[in-house]
């Protein structure tokens, strides 16, 4: 597998990378022509989290940048870099996910799509493709709102250069169609691609189901602009199978341990890489480290050390969101080096980057059972993904004993109060699920729709929302002057600020 990637990191070096010249950027990408589809699928992989060729970068800035800080699982008092715990912009920071991944991931994934479709053999590797394509629109459309879809990545194929932006609404419908449509297409009689397949080794049961997975998550988000299409499709979802246990969760495997080129993005970043865990670069924030203290989560013990490695749970301590380099003198601890950061465990370069968990699947479910949408008992759903959550910490060598792992749940129970009551349960657990596994994105984009767990905004001076967390990126500054067409995303959608609300996130 390793000899893999470096191969197919190398070869995707030749077809040109990131660049804001269109013209530049969709150079011929089936250049050399006899390069197998296998390779083209596994580069294609490393580049959702931006590891192939750019260890982090786009994973670094949106990921931990924007979206940890922004809904206080992780904070920093680098406020002049760190911007999303102060809610205040800077360009190369909120581009940095939509730059980076036109012209590597969705390119190179709508190329091995449109040569994946050639011949009837290659289905397991379009249907993947397909898939992957989803996961990474999903991703830059929940970031941004109205982007280019439908004619991203078409440079070299059709000439398209200046793609047309498409609502997200649309989008959202085309995502959809793509999950049902590819999960259904797996074929056990076609060539099974299980070397280059980084996900699920070419288990095309788990691929199913974590399609449908991803399904419910998209179906869940349209709740609140779209309550019949929503149901429908959550409905689709769990009778068509979604994650069985924690060995379907989507995420994206690395075997080496060594050049960023092919690590896990996230652990490039904090550890290796930018070092910036133990830099005092950013730190877990007191909202998240004082919630998992008040439920007696044994993932505490797991995720969170101090400087020095000291593990203790008693001793952990989060920075306050908003803290900056002068306030932190008026605090009652004055070092960094005793607050709270990612343990060393969680940034090994091989582990796992989480795209989507079993623990999620099932709390998505007991919601949708609670709205009426789905059947089944809700509590049993929840403690189902309540567990899975505490569990998936052995992936990164956190194997959590059964009686903490029913302590917690006892601690924690699902609410036998009012719909808003069970909802604050999933959502809390849904919080700390994606501040744990680092998949920030998620928690984001989950916190918005819902608005759980209740999070007291910080009024830092000079920041660009009066107060108010942030509920998007701002698109890149040069972009109006590459493609026009984004004026009318801006003026369908609304002022390119952190404060336009995208079509999904209603109040």
């Not at 996961?135 to 078409?154: F, H, Q």
């Not at 994650?243 to 092919?262: L, P, R």
């Not at 730190?283 to 490695?309: C, E, H, M, Y």
């Not at 929840?382 to 601690?411: H, K, M, N, T």
């Amino acid at each position: 597998m390793l000899r893999k990637i470096l191969i197919v990191t190398t070869l995707l070096f030749t077809f040109g990378a990131c660049t804001e010249d269109f013209e530049k950027i969709n150079v011929n990408p089936n250049t050399p022509s006899s390069v197998p589809l296998d390779y083209l699928l596994s580069g294609a992989t490393l580049h959702i989290p931006g590891s192939a060729g750019d260890p982090g970068y786009k994973s670094w800035r949106a990921n931990f940048i924007y979206a940890s800080t922004v809904i206080q699982q992780m904070s920093s008092v680098e406020v002049n870099f760190y911007r999303g715990t102060v809610y205040t912009y800077q360009g190369d920071l909120s581009e940095a996910y939509f730059v980076n991944s036109y012209p590597n991931s969705i390119k190179n994934l709508v190329n091995l799509i449109a040569l994946a479709k050639a011949d009837a053999k290659n289905v397991n590797i379009l249907s993947m493709a397909r898939i992957l394509r989803v996961v990474e629109m999903a991703n830059i459309t929940d970031l941004y709102g109205d982007v280019p879809y439908k004619e991203a990545g078409l440079g070299y194929l059709d000439g398209v250069f200046s793609p047309k932006y498409d609502a997200q609404k649309d989008i959202y419908a085309d995502l959809l169609k793509e999950l049902e449509e590819a999960g259904k297409a797996f074929s056990a009689t076609a060539y099974i691609p299980k070397t280059a397949d980084f996900v699920y080794a070419g288990d095309l049961e788990k691929w199913k189901r974590g399609a449908n997975s991803l399904m419910l998550r998209l179906a869940m988000r349209m709740q609140k602009v779209d309550a019949a299409g929503a149901q429908a499709w959550a409905k689709k979802a769990i009778d068509g199978g979604i994650m069985a246990s924690n060995d379907d969760s989507f995420a994206i495997k690395f075997s080496n341990t060594g050049a960023g080129t092919n690590s896990n993005a996230n652990s490039w970043n904090l550890g290796a890489g930018r070092g910036i865990a133990n830099g005092n670069n950013i730190q877990w924030a007191s909202t998240f480290i004082d919630a998992l203290k008040a439920r007696k989560d044994p993932r505490l013990a797991v995720i969170s050390a101090l400087k020095n490695g000291d593990k203790t749970v008693a001793k952990q301590r989060g920075i306050p969101p908003g803290t900056d380099a002068t306030t932190l003198k008026t605090l009652p601890e004055t070092s960094l080096d005793n607050y709270s950061r990612v343990a060393p465990n969680m940034y090994a370069l091989d582990n796992p980057y989480f795209i989507m968990t079993h623990a999620e699947a099932r709390l998505l479910k007991a919601e949708a059972i609670e709205r009426g949408w789905a059947t089944g008992t809700a509590k049993t759903e929840f403690e189902a993904g309540q567990s899975a959550g505490v569990r998936q910490l052995a992936s990164y060598g956190g194997v959590i004993a059964d009686a903490d792992v029913a302590a917690y749940a006892a601690a924690n129970p699902y609410s036998a109060g009012s719909l808003d009551d069970k909802m604050n349960a999933i959502h809390t657990e849904m919080w700390v699920i994606t501040g744990s596994v680092l998949n920030h994105l998620e928690g984001w984009a989950n916190w918005r729709r819902t608005g759980l767990p209740k999070l007291t905004p910080v009024n830092y001076p000079g920041n660009e929302t009066n107060g108010q967390i942030p509920r998007r990126l701002r698109y890149p500054q040069g972009e109006p002057g590459i493609n026009p067409n984004i004026q009318e995303a801006i003026t369908r959608q609304g002022p390119d600020l952190f404060t336009t609300r995208i079509w999904w996130d209603k109040q």
